[in-house]
């Protein structure tokens, strides 16, 4: 009869450290695209995102321009402008 050892310590750290850096990698990932989805579709969104963390904004319209040449920068602040919010 084969007699059941356990797995030294080390393997089993190193199993459930790699399983909790899939699991934080995967969630950061989703919390990325969810952001990045929101601000891609919601003007509004966008418009608190202006007002409250600036720095966010920015890095999604430099990320526009940078690969598909998008203007969005300056419709938003043309319409926000016309509608009197900044």
């Known amino acids: ?3 059941k050892t356990p797995k030294p ?3 089993r750290f190193i199993g459930s450290s790699l399983k909790a850096i ?3 990698e995967t969630l950061g990932f989703a919390v990325s695209y969810g952001l990045y989805f929101k601000l891609n579709t919601d003007r509004a ?4 995102m202006y ?3 600036n720095w966010v904004l920015e890095g999604y319209y430099q990320l526009g321009e940078k690969l ?3 203007k969005t920068r300056d419709l938003d602040k043309q319409v926000w402008t016309n509608e009197g919010k900044i």
């Open 1 to 3: 009869m084969l007699t």
């Open 45 to 48: 969104f966008r418009l608190y």
């Open 9 to 11: 310590a080390y393997k």
């Open 22 to 24: 899939f699991f934080v």
């Open 68 to 70: 598909g040449g998008h």
């Open 51 to 53: 007002h409250n963390y």
